[in-house]
């Protein structure tokens, strides 16, 4: 079964910098296509950015509004994936899912980063 | 950029009965490339339903999805009372990478 634990949430200033990691068990981490999808309160959910698998080019991909500002990088040997987020602003303010596969199909629990002055 | 607008943002329906959710994207979506998620409050969202009208994994038959090109329907054929969430639809490949709707929030009447 797919399990997912992100971890590295927490308030920051506008400005300022944040890496959050999701750690993966359960399936074979390094075949894995790995994403980042957040969610603002009270509102919908929102795709920030992937990386594939290293068989598959690991090629990184990012939303536009963070495109820039925040990187994702993978260590399979650690099963565990990253972003690190940079030059935050209020509206970055969300809770932060990890996700698996093409389809994702497997969810963290989600890691909450808040963004005030 | 793609944009996918669901109806009705809210549906209001008591257990046993059927529900249709709307999911219309502002163009053409390759119909192998759209999802459905569920979202309890305080839960990440759940995978239903992939390629338009495939069940994922653990799934009840009571899902189900159809449609094709800028109109996709998420169809519960009798709800029960764990059915009353948040649903998605989702579309993955054109640009942004996946884009997802706003959501129905479907609600016992």
């Known amino acids: 079964e797919v399990h997912l634990v992100e971890s590295g949430g927490g308030l920051l200033k506008p400005g300022g910098s944040l890496r959050l990691s999701c750690a993966g068990s359960?399936?074979?981490?390094?075949?894995?296509?790995m994403n980042w999808v957040r969610q603002a309160p009270g509102k919908g959910l929102e795709w920030v950015g992937r990386i594939k698998s290293k068989p598959d080019g690991e090629t990184i991909d990012y939303a536009a509004p963070v495109k820039g500002r925040f990187t994702i990088s993978r260590d399979d040997s650690k099963h565990t994936v990253d972003l690190q987020m940079n030059s935050l602003k209020t509206e970055d303010t969300a809770v932060y899912y990890c996700?698996?596969?093409?389809?994702?199909?497997?969810w963290g629990q989600g890691t909450t980063v808040t963004v005030s002055s | 950029e793609i944009v996918l607008t669901q109806s009705p943002g809210t549906l209001s329906l008591s257990p046993g009965e059927r529900a249709a959710l709307s999911c219309r994207a502002s163009?053409?979506?390759?119909?192998?490339?759209l999802a459905w998620y569920q979202q309890k409050p305080g839960q990440a969202p759940r995978l239903l339903i992939y390629g338009a009208s495939r069940r994922a994994t653990g799934i009840p038959d009571r899902f189900s999805g159809s449609g094709s090109g800028t109109d996709f329907t998420l169809t519960i054929s009798r709800l029960e009372p764990e059915d009353f969430a948040v649903y998605y639809c989702q579309q993955y490949g054109n640009s942004p990478l996946y884009t997802f709707g706003q959501g129905t929030k479907l609600e016992i009447k």
């Open positions: 359960g399936f074979t981490f390094s075949n894995a296509w």
């Open positions: 996700a698996t596969g093409l389809w994702l199909d497997g």
């Open positions: 163009q053409s979506v390759n119909s192998n490339y």
